[in-house]
């Protein structure tokens, strides 16, 4: 998303602590972001596929300009769902995905997945989706989805799960991998700007708690860490203190120690991307 974003997703990367990370290709740093993971092919980096733009004074446009529905009365993407869920037109949407994907490919990622930024793709404001959209290109470059089989964990109704029900038969039946769970924390800070703001300590309980309560399957579990400096402080409009707090959890011995008291078993998408060639 920014330049912290970089650094401190690079740092863990290259340091073991995380398995995977996505860029998003319409963002101004970007090409920072190209440039390591083609320095890097080792690395587990996939696209996160954009369509809203939420922050106030930091904002990306889509790659295909700005003459289509996918922008709001400024020429940026929608800061909600919502919008483009209500607006944007199904192939425009198609476009832009496939500008997204294409340009990290041609920039020289290998790219190893496809997940989605805010949700935006899945229906979940309006019930209207853009799922169909995404399975094309998935299928197309032998790419896994992040698409949840389930709400377990996930905070929300029992309404969504037929919908997930349906997203993930028409997954499998063109042979896309998708994970069982996909689980995170609050992305706010809690009670940020109060006396009972959360700390790090508080993070991190919350975090090896979750940690603890990983079932059997497949079940990506993501963060969103960046270095808490003056450039994250411009970029967003809350919560930057948390950011840093994710970075520093990745790399914490104590995470570590409960990832293997628990017996989980770390996977990244390149995994799930070989299983899905049928590499393995």
């Not at 470059?141 to 389930?150: A, C, D, N």
């Not at 059997?216 to 919560?239: I, N, Q, R």
Request: with cysteine; charged share 25%.
């Amino acid at each position: 998303m920014c330049r912290a974003a970089n650094r401190a997703v690079l740092e863990l990367l290259l340091a073991g602590h995380v398995d995977s990370a996505t860029i998003m290709v319409p963002c101004p740093w970007a090409p920072d972001a190209f440039a390591s993971a083609a320095a890097h092919p080792d690395l587990d980096v996939g696209v996160h596929l954009v369509l809203t733009s939420e922050w106030t004074r930091y904002r990306w446009r889509p790659l295909t300009g700005v003459g289509t529905s996918l922008v709001d009365a400024a020429g940026y993407f929608p800061a909600d769902v919502a919008a483009v869920e209500r607006h944007a037109r199904d192939e425009d949407v198609a476009a832009e995905l496939a500008a997204q994907l294409e340009t990290a490919l041609a920039a020289g990622v290998d790219v190893t997945h496809l997940d989605n930024h805010m949700g935006s793709v899945y229906g979940l404001e309006t019930g209207r989706d853009f799922l169909p959209q995404v399975f094309e290109l998935a299928a197309r470059h032998g790419l896994p989805f992040r698409l949840p089989r389930t709400i377990d964990g996930m905070g929300l109704p029992d309404s969504v799960q037929p919908v997930l029900d349906a997203a993930t038969v028409a997954a499998d039946a063109l042979g896309i991998v998708v994970p069982d769970r996909l689980w995170t924390h609050p992305f706010t800070l809690a009670d940020e700007g109060t006396a009972a703001e959360e700390d790090y300590a508080d993070v991190k309980a919350g975090f090896c708690d979750l940690l603890r309560s990983v079932r059997p399957g497949v079940t990506e579990v993501y963060l969103h860490p960046m270095l808490d400096d003056d450039e994250l402080a411009d970029v967003a409009d809350h919560s930057v203190a948390k950011r840093g707090f994710e970075h520093r959890l990745l790399a914490d011995p104590d995470v570590a120690a409960v990832i293997a008291a628990e017996g989980l078993v770390r996977v990244g998408w390149r995994d799930l991307r070989a299983v899905q060639r049928g590499e393995r």
